[in-house]
């Protein structure tokens, strides 16, 4: 089967505050987004839709065309929108007619090994209408209201989820089309509109390199890791 993979890089980075969308801060002599698309090429052969912030286009083919190399002809850019969800729609409406697995990947989780989409592909290819990665969640975590811990709860049925988020095409396509509110992310949208266990997402391992870039202190950890093992 064909797969695609959405980027989402429309975001303004906010909680970062480095006075550029976030996908277009530099990590080393190269932005965030180039680098993730660095990372998507070696993982998969795979049309790419990038989705950029409104003015920022040409930026962001330029960037995935360095990425692609020989492969330009898998790139398209689109504009995002408000919200992610927004901008995740924008990209699934410029995947081609021929494609049958959807991965849609934050540009901001920028240096996500390869075997992370390898597993997701693998499980959506395997029959699961949805897979995505996770983490165990270390820390004890409690239920708290009104500043009293209320109760615990069981770390063990707990995982953070990353992206990429793989799905099965169709399935995708059906749920956004029903999407009438905004939703976590887009295993919650196909929660939410896609039935039993045709919907039953799959939990591939994650990795911690797969750390989502928010606040300063990401950007300086993602900075160092990428001096220490240029990519
Ligand atoms: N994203 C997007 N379009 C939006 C909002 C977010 O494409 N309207 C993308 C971001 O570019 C990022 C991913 O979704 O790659 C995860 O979002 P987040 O980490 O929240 O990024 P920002 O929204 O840019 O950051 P902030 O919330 O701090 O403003
Ligand atoms: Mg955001």
């Not at 494609?99 to 989409?117: G, K, Y």
């Not at 004890?140 to 099965?168: N, S």
């Amino acid at each position: 089967p064909s797969v695609a993979v959405i980027v989402v890089a429309a975001g303004s980075g906010t909680r970062l505050g480095a006075g550029a969308p976030k996908a277009f801060v530099g990590l080393d002599e190269h932005t965030v987004l180039r680098t993730a698309l660095d990372g998507v090429f070696a993982a998969a052969s795979a049309q790419v839709v990038v989705v950029a912030p409104a003015g920022y286009e040409g930026a962001a083919r330029t960037d995935a065309l360095a990425a692609a190399g020989e492969h330009a002809d898998l790139v398209r850019v689109v504009t995002g929108g408000a919200t992610r969800q927004a901008s995740v729609a924008a990209g699934l409406a410029a995947v081609w007619a021929e494609v049958d697995i959807v991965l849609v990947h934050d540009a901001a989780r920028a240096l996500t090994p390869p075997d992370v989409f390898a597993r997701v592909i693998d499980a959506v290819r395997a029959g699961a209408p949805g897979a995505l990665p996770v983490l165990p969640v270390v820390d004890t975590i409690k239920r708290v209201a009104d500043g009293y811990v209320i109760g615990p709860v069981d770390r063990a049925e707990l995982a953070a989820a990353q992206t990429p988020q793989g799905f099965d095409r169709a399935v995708l396509d059906a749920a956004y089309l029903a999407a009438d509110r905004e939703y976590t992310d887009d295993a919650a949208v196909v929660a939410a509109h896609v039935a039993g266990t045709a919907g039953r997402i799959a939990a591939v391992a994650g990795d911690p390199l797969g750390f989502k870039i928010t606040g300063p202190d990401d950007l300086a950890r993602a900075r160092a890791l990428v001096a220490q093992h240029p990519v």
